[in-house]
């Protein structure tokens, strides 16, 4: 997301917030059935039968590193000596597999339709799809990573047929798997046997795995490495206290991100450190670069950006660590010169391109031939109901975009889908996301430093003081990420490879244009500024919505049919964690191992009224129709 400062262009700083995004779940799949994808690809994506776009999708390292490989694989559980990183093991967390037996497609192969069987091959060593081998750019080490796919792909269950809906939202117990993966640790570290198995499948492993690209793995050290493994995660969930308990499909990402970046990066006191207090939903992604901006308050719309701030909310690094006996500016000047390394990152830039065009070539999912039938009278009833209802907050892109659902052009002449705001007391939703997240400040450091140096004459909206003649020493939280994301965005557009990449894309153009050309490919077009509303909530287009359930931003209404009642007939707490679809309200059973109960700040089941008027026929009808987009 760019956020823009001053009226000047000369002195506008671009800034890029986020978009967060961590891992992939969901419930255990069933062995012994079929497996069925729920969206389809574009026709491009098809050669010689098979779909080399889920391969990019599941298979692209983009920079996250939560622990060595080596001592991920070679690790028991706490409480076994099975392998931690087992399927048995990993799936109680509600890790998304692939189907045990191996399968082989129909001839002619796979061909872009809906409903196609899920492929074997799309996980890395048995792991759960999502989970990768990723090299460290900055340490040349191989680590366990996760893709864009891991945050969102989710399993939907009904009768004996089991879907994967791709784009879709993720459906584990993140926090579970970090605080088990850091009790796992601690167990391989104290635990005498224990750690005896795991230095003999350590060597083991790294002798029968040897990767002569990545920097040598030496048995001499295998405790140090797993002393660096419990630290990191142990660290990383004790900094991230849950105020209010996450469980499956949520994830406070915004919180862990902003805790990482300004405590942990930063290399500041821990204690600095604010408990998690509002849990989102992970967002359905289908269509994403079509949208004038994206992420829960809509304070992002540079695809590029969003995602490398994703990266670093699951386990990636930016440096802003500034050396605090050398004035920030000089700092600033040094790191332009390559002499320090100030904000380098894990980030791959290329990756993270190829992984946003990849998801352009992806359908939104519908509703599958084994659900039971939708009544085409219904349909259109519903839809009536909907574009006299709903369409002045959720544009209706099922049948098409005319003119009137665009944007005006921006200045490269791009339009995109207009994505309406709505302040979050307007909407009258859950407030602890908006409230805690939205106006949080941090340290400004040198994050504040490059803002004023890029903006010096742009004035601060609560002093009234240019920031090139001071900069608050606190400033908002996600505004000073958008300004790490920026200059890693920045250094990589500026470097040799990048130059080199967009003279080979583009030939018939000069040198600078080139690289401009290139930097339009890489952020969708999105080179306009845009306005923040940090305290607002979006409302996007509704294709595929009847399989991203729980509703609500928090995830607070367990189904489309509950979202229709008024906020008091709405159930007070629910289950979550199963993968059965209940196909008559729209969303997931009540049924798994966590009780939301949605009488806690966070949890909030309140507001988004709109449609809770209708008569029951109208509401049964927007229903269907909903269900069919």
């Not at 990383?236 to 991100?257: E, K, T, W």
């Not at 980030?347 to 009544?375: C, G, H, Q």
Request: charged fraction near 20%.
């Amino acid at each position: 997301m760019p956020i823009w400062f001053g009226d000047n262009m000369s002195t506008k700083i671009k800034i890029y917030v986020p978009l967060l995004c961590l891992m992939v779940f969901t419930g255990s799949v069933m062995a012994n059935e079929g497996t069925y994808w729920m969206n389809s690809w574009d026709q491009d994506c098809y050669e010689y039968g098979e779909n080399t776009c889920r391969d990019d999708w599941y298979k692209t390292p983009q920079g996250s590193h939560l622990i060595m490989w080596e001592v991920f694989k070679s690790i028991e559980e706490n409480d076994s000596r099975d392998l931690f990183s087992e399927r048995e093991s990993l799936s109680k967390f509600g890790f998304l597999f692939p189907e045990l037996n191996a399968y082989t497609p129909k001839e002619g192969g796979y061909d872009g339709s809906y409903e196609e069987r899920v492929e074997r091959d799309l996980s890395q060593e048995g792991l759960p799809l999502g989970f990768v081998k990723d090299k460290n750019q900055l340490n040349n080490r191989n680590y366990l990573g996760l893709t864009c796919a891991g945050c969102h792909t989710a399993s939907i269950t009904y009768g004996s047929n089991n879907y994967f809906v791709e784009g879709g939202q993720a459906n584990a117990d993140v926090a579970l798997f970090l605080n088990e993966l850091a009790d796992a640790l601690e167990a391989n570290r104290n635990d005498y046997w224990k750690l005896r198995r795991f230095k003999s499948r350590f060597r083991s492993y790294v002798y029968a795995n040897r990767d002569y690209s990545a920097q040598v793995v030496s048995t001499l050290f295998i405790t140090q490495y797993l002393d660096e493994a419990i630290d990191y995660v142990r660290g990383f969930s004790n900094r991230n206290h849950q105020q209010v308990v996450n469980g499956p499909a949520r994830l406070d990402a915004i919180g862990s991100i902003l805790n990482q970046l300004h405590v942990s990066h930063a290399d500041e006191s821990e204690s600095l450190a604010k408990p998690l207090t509002a849990p989102v939903s992970y967002p359905y992604i289908w269509n994403v670069a079509e949208l004038e901006c994206v992420q829960t308050n809509c304070i992002s719309n540079n695809p590029l950006a969003r995602n490398i701030g994703e990266v670093l909310g699951v386990f990636g690094y930016v440096n802003v660590d500034e050396n605090k006996l050398i004035d920030n500016t000089v700092e600033m000047l040094a790191q332009q010169l390559g002499l320090n390394t100030l904000f380098n990152s894990t980030a791959k830039v290329d990756n993270i391109y190829t992984l946003e065009r990849t998801l352009d070539k992806m359908s939104p999912p519908k509703w599958p031939s084994s659900f039971p039938a939708l009544d085409p009278q219904l349909v259109a009833a519903g839809e009536a109901v909907y574009t006299a209802n709903c369409t002045s907050c959720h544009i209706n892109t099922s049948d098409g975009i005319d003119s009137s659902e665009l944007t005006a052009p921006n200045s490269i002449g791009k339009q995109f889908v207009k994505v309406a705001r709505q302040h979050y007391t307007e909407v009258g939703t859950d407030p602890a996301f908006a409230e805690d997240y939205g106006t949080r400040k941090a340290k400004s450091g040198i994050m504040g430093t490059v803002i004023s140096l890029a903006a010096p004459d742009s004035v601060d909206p609560e002093t009234g003081i240019p920031f090139g003649e001071y900069f608050p020493d606190t400033f908002n939280a996600l505004v000073l990420l958008g300004a790490a994301t920026d200059v890693i965005i920045n250094d990589y557009t500026n470097s040799l490879g990048f130059k080199l990449k967009a003279y080979e894309t583009y030939p018939e153009l000069s040198s600078a244009d080139a690289v401009e050309a290139l930097i339009v490919e890489y952020t969708a077009g999105q080179v306009d500024r845009n306005v923040l509303t940090p305290t607002s909530y979006r409302a996007k287009p509704l294709d595929g919505i009847a399989f991203t359930g729980p509703f609500l931003h928090n995830g607070s209404v367990r189904t489309l049919d509950d979202l229709l009642k008024r906020p008091e007939d709405r159930p007070t707490s629910f289950y979550t964690g199963t993968t059965e679809y209940d196909v008559e309200g729209a969303g997931y059973m009540n049924d798994g191992h966590f009780l939301l109960n949605t009488t806690i700040r966070g949890n909030g089941k309140d507001g988004h009224v709109y449609g809770t008027t209708l008569s029951s026929v109208d509401k049964t009808a927007l229903l269907e129709y909903l269900k069919s987009i």
